[in-house]
């Protein structure tokens, strides 16, 4: 006997995935684009640690910004997740959707 699986489990499963890809992607963008990692802040501490050790100071001012935007971007989901507990989930879906569209746009 096949079980069904419920649609809303298979729509759960299918933005999970499709968030996965999207990051994995993002991730190598950033690093192969920007030179940095855009996930990864330990690597951008290391990087900055490094580039600074070495007096390069403007080359450790990019790892700085993405870490202070790292740092933003986790703040203001939270204040989004706190302030509309139901709707927390579209909400921020559809805050990084438009920051990914700005980012393309501007690109």
Same mark, same amino acid.
């Given at each position: 006997m096949s079980k069904v699986v419920p649609t809303k489990e298979r729509i759960a499963k299918a933005l999970a995935s499709l968030t996965t890809l =999207?990051?994995?992607y993002l991730d190598g963008y950033g690093l192969l684009v920007l030179g940095t990692y855009v996930s990864f802040m =330990?690597?951008?501490?290391?990087? *900055?640690? #490094?580039?600074?050790?070495?007096g390069n100071f403007l080359a450790a001012l990019i790892p700085a910004i993405v870490i202070?935007?790292? #740092?933003?971007? =986790?703040?203001?989901? =939270?204040? *989004?997740?706190?302030?509309?507990?139901?709707?927390?989930?579209?909400? #921020?879906?559809?805050? *990084?959707?438009?920051l990914l569209a700005t980012v393309a746009l501007l690109g």
């Amino acid at each position: 006997m096949s079980k069904v699986v419920p649609t809303k489990e298979r729509i759960a499963k299918a933005l999970a995935s499709l968030t996965t890809l =999207s990051a994995g992607y993002l991730d190598g963008y950033g690093l192969l684009v920007l030179g940095t990692y855009v996930s990864f802040m =330990s690597g951008n501490t290391t990087m *900055i640690g #490094v580039k600074a050790g070495l007096g390069n100071f403007l080359a450790a001012l990019i790892p700085a910004i993405v870490i202070v935007c790292f #740092v933003a971007g =986790s703040a203001a989901g =939270s204040l *989004i997740k706190h302030s509309r507990p139901k709707r927390a989930p579209t909400a #921020v879906f559809l805050l *990084i959707a438009a920051l990914l569209a700005t980012v393309a746009l501007l690109g």
